[in-house]
């Protein structure tokens, strides 16, 4: 559960309220660079989708390609999983 460990606080692009996240899950995916990204149990999983289906993707068309990136972010997602990005004091979960 994230009882206490979301804040809603920081402002979306669109002005809505975004919570924060103080404490991801290990089924999120951190969005930036560095070894706390790079070493997170949600971004290891999420190379691993990526990767397994590398070989499925190349030769697809552009929408083809863009269904299967959508299929990637709901496999993620079907998981509980969040794409968080670093703002001040914790994450902030993005938009699709």
Known sequence: SLAGSVKSESDSEDGVPQPTVFAP???DVLLGRGRTCNHHLGNIHFRRLIDDSRAVYDPLSKGEKTRMA???????????????????????????
């Not at 990637?72 to 994450?91: D, H, M, P, Y």
Request: glycine residues 10%; proline residues 0%.
């Open 25 to 27: 899950s290990n089924n």
């Open 70 to 96: 959508l299929q990637i972010v709901n496999a993620v997602k079907s998981r509980q999983g969040r794409f968080l990005k670093e703002s001040g004091s914790g994450w902030i979960e993005v938009d699709d």
